[in-house]
């Protein structure tokens, strides 16, 4: 009921930025948390970021915590991962998520979302 579309990303030097986008879309959707995760070759999938429902709160992985920002434009239905000071282990497929439904709190495990985008590859090269 939901769809999730990730645009942007793709290859970028180390120390370098890259904004990737979330548009999301269906009859069943409103306005709720929202997720990135990404996983890399040989790895789970992990969590990197949310934001709650109106853009008040965020929570961060400790890996990305001052490079990575999180945002959202409830007007057009979508998040944003504004991705800074890029390194190498950045370097992973990214992953937009939301949860079937709002939730009092932000939810930070691959369990708690339903509904994922195609995911986008981030290259970061050394």
């Known amino acids: 009921q939901v769809q999730l579309v990730e645009s942007g990303g793709g290859l970028v030097q180390a120390g370098g930025s890259l904004r990737l986008s979330c548009a999301a879309s269906g009859r069943t959707f409103s306005p709720r948390s929202m997720g990135w995760f990404r996983r890399a070759p040989g790895k789970e999938r992990e969590f990197i970021t949310a934001?709650?429902?109106?853009?008040?709160?965020?929570t961060y992985a400790d890996s990305v915590k001052g490079r990575f920002t999180i945002s959202r434009d409830n007007a057009e239905n979508t998040v944003y991962l504004q991705m800074n000071s890029l390194k190498p282990e950045d370097t992973a497929v990214y992953y937009c998520?939301?949860?079937?439904?709002?939730?009092?709190?932000?939810?930070?495990?691959?369990?708690?979302?339903?509904?994922w985008g195609q995911g986008i590859q981030v290259t970061v090269s050394s």
């Open positions: 998520a939301a949860p079937e439904r709002a939730r009092p709190t932000i939810r930070t495990t691959v369990y708690d979302y339903q509904y």
């Open positions: 934001i709650n429902w109106d853009g008040t709160s965020t």
